[in-house]
């Protein structure tokens, strides 16, 4: 086993740092077996003597890596396993994409795109009063209610993200966006149905840690943070209006965020 120190000279390890340095030689594949072939992480006992953490801890250590996603407990197995996952590859421009079929919503085609298996897990829809930040985007009044529909994106048995999209009440309510189901066409269908197609959309991104809710939809545990992505993205009609907030909370450990520019054509470079 690959000989470590704790970050500082007088530190000892603690749960935190020990999954960070085991996070860092699983994405490094050093517990990678030969022919590529899933690894193993030794025994907890032993792990535990390697970071002079008892072996309470270290389990400690190994359920935090495997609510990320990184590990796999399996009956009888001396060791945790260390999962073949790789990061989505999340591309934001392929919302305008044309439509492939009645399932053509984005984390599908993300998904079919890169063969691999995905599923939105519908954690709750409601109205509700928005909060100031989806408020000003959406240029609502005081006190207007949002139609929320909460979900939370699933790739290969990994929650991979939270997408959460907020829109005003008195434009959806009544209607299959409302609907605490996955909907087969996709909720923007919907909208271009009663009049509000989407066709642009001002993304910001800003880096934070996950929040204690968003842990909980992740799996990541209380106290389980991890650096993320946020995508807010705003949708607006042919008119300009804006209609629709989307919110994408993106673990930094299960997302990659791609965005493709082209020139115009016709436009020379300097």
Known sequence: MTTTSPPGAEDRWTIETAAANLRDRIRAGEFRRPEGLQGQLPP????GKHYGLSRNAMNSVIAKLRSEGLVETRPGARGAVVRDWQPLVFLPQQEFEADTG???????????AAARKGESRIES?????????????LGLRPGEHVAVRRRTSVVDGVPALTDDSYVPLRLVDGSDWMLPVNVARGTNKVLAELGYELVHAVDELRPRNTTEEENHRLGLGAGGSVHCIELLSTGLDRSGMPVQVTMLTLPGPRNTVVY??????????E
Do not use: C, Q, S
């Not at 907890?44 to 792990?47: F, I, K, R």
């Not at 009645?102 to 079919?112: F, G, N, S, Y």
């Open 125 to 137: 829809v409601t109205a509700e009063p928005a909060d100031e930040r989806i408020r000003n985007r």
């Open 44 to 47: 907890a006992g032993t792990l």
């Open 260 to 269: 493709e520019r082209r020139r115009p054509p016709g436009e020379a470079a």
């Open 102 to 112: 009645p399932d053509a919503d984005l984390l599908t085609r993300l998904v079919e």
